[in-house]
């Protein structure tokens, strides 16, 4: 038997309703904000996550689906969403038009990375990233929306928040953080003696324990921002306060992405597990330039779906549309042309097999339907069909023109 790949998985029953829940409650929200839905390929150049998410991170260096097409390109999956944004932002102008523009999307993202409970090789992601104003009341308001969306499925968490810096602050602050693994290198893990050649800052969030011990004592990037990071940081507290949003601040939140500078954000979820980050994201002013576009700023974040999915508190299902069905053969096409023109105003479910008044009656309840319709012999002769109300408990016989 062929067997679907290790870490990817079929969404089925019942998950998949919460899932569908979970997309529409975004998108609703989305919209809110002001969000218009954006496709882009799941396949793209290698190249362009090379550039963008960064040569150092995990996800490049180790958890690429890549490989040459016919055609001989190197291509890969997207392992995030940000990116392929980006390039299609570029590539058709967006850039050259100005003033805010705001996008949401949805669908699977590719990781080869360890599977686990919480960690799939693909998985689905719901990302919005705002184009065009650099302003912390644009991080407040992306940071509020992950908040309202999480909130209407019913899921508590905790917001993490830190700031990455700017171009002025943050090659000050590499330099001294590169002095301090110096002093300390025969304590901190190979991993790390690494990331200081290559990207220092992502020592902060070494799984290693042994490390975030000696890291206690690293200089903080919060103490060496500039004037400006640190009173855009200021301001982000005061937006997310005033508006009932709690957060605690976390030195070593630095992403694994490498885009970012700021804002940074995860939101966690306790009692999931180790996976423990439903989303993640934060401001990245300088990557629409730095993949060749007109510098443009810009900021966004990315939900994992399959993380939320256990935590989503589903409404009562709501009793909707029509079932039909016949209590016997001759009746079944009556059913279906009554069927079918009401089918083209409400939920419609048939039974193509003709059953006791007793079993369609189940079966309309088993699929919600608020209405069970069904023809019996006297309504055949009769040309009427006999309509229960599921929510009112009233019958009635009514003549199969008027459906
Ligand atoms: P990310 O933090 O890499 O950010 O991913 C966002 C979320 O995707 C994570 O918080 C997690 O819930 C989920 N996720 C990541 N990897 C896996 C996995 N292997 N299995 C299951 N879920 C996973 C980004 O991808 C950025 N593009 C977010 C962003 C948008 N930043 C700015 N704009």
């Known amino acids: 038997m062929i067997r679907s790949l290790r870490g990817m998985n079929d969404i089925l029953s019942p998950e998949n309703e919460r899932f569908e829940f979970f997309i529409n409650t975004a998108t609703t929200i989305a919209k809110r904000y002001g969000f218009e839905y954006f496709e882009a390929p799941l396949l793209e150049e290698t190249a362009l996550f090379k550039r963008s998410v960064g040569e150092s991170s995990d996800i490049v260096g180790k958890e690429m689906y890549q490989f040459t097409d016919k055609g001989g390109n190197d291509v890969c999956l997207r392992p995030e969403g940000t990116a392929g944004v980006v390039r299609a932002f570029i590539q058709n102008k967006l850039d050259k038009k100005g003033g805010i523009q705001r996008f949401f999307y949805h669908g699977p993202m590719f990781r080869y990375e360890r599977p686990q409970k919480g960690r799939l090789r693909e998985f689905h992601q719901f990302g919005v990233e705002s184009f065009g104003i650099a302003s912390v009341y ?3 308001s992306v940071i509020m929306m992950v908040a309202d969306i999480l909130k209407a499925l019913g899921i508590t968490f905790r917001l993490k928040l830190n700031s990455l810096g700017c171009p002025e602050c943050m090659p000050p602050y590499r330099q001294k953080l590169v002095g301090f693994l110096e002093s300390v290198e025969e304590h901190i893990c190979d991993d790390c003696v690494r990331r200081k050649a290559t990207n220092p ?5 070494c799984k290693n324990s042994s490390c975030q011990k000696v890291y206690i004592e690293a200089p903080k990037l919060l103490d060496n921002l500039c004037e400006s990071c640190d009173s855009d940081f200021t301001t982000l507290q005061k937006l997310l306060t005033d508006n009932g949003i709690d957060f605690e601040i976390d030195n070593h939140l630095v992403r694994g992405l490498d885009y970012y500078s700021k804002t940074a954000f995860e939101f966690i979820s306790d009692g999931i597990g180790a996976q423990s980050a439903i989303a993640g994201g934060g401001r990245y002013d300088r990557l629409v330039e730095f993949l060749d576009g007109r510098p443009t700023p810009a900021v966004g974040f990315a939900i994992g779906i399959e993380r939320l ?5 589903m409404p009562e299902p709501i009793r909707e ?6 209590m016997d053969e001759i009746g ?3 059913v279906m042309q009554s069927a079918q ?4 105003s409400e939920r419609v479910i048939i039974e193509y097999t003709a059953k006791s008044l ?8 088993r699929v919600h339907a608020r209405y069970c319709a069904v023809v019996g012999e006297n309504e055949l002769k009769a040309g009427t069909i006999w309509v229960k109300d599921l929510v009112e408990k009233s019958e009635s016989v009514i003549k199969v023109e008027t459906i």
């Open 138 to 140: 644009e991080d407040s």
């Open 201 to 205: 800052i992502r020592v902060l969030d």
């Open 309 to 313: 999915l256990e935590l989503i508190v």
């Open 321 to 326: 549309g029509y079932y039909f069905g016949a």
């Open 332 to 334: 079944i096409d009556m």
């Open 341 to 344: 023109k009401k089918r083209q």
């Open 358 to 365: 007793k079993a369609h009656l189940k079966g309309a309840d």
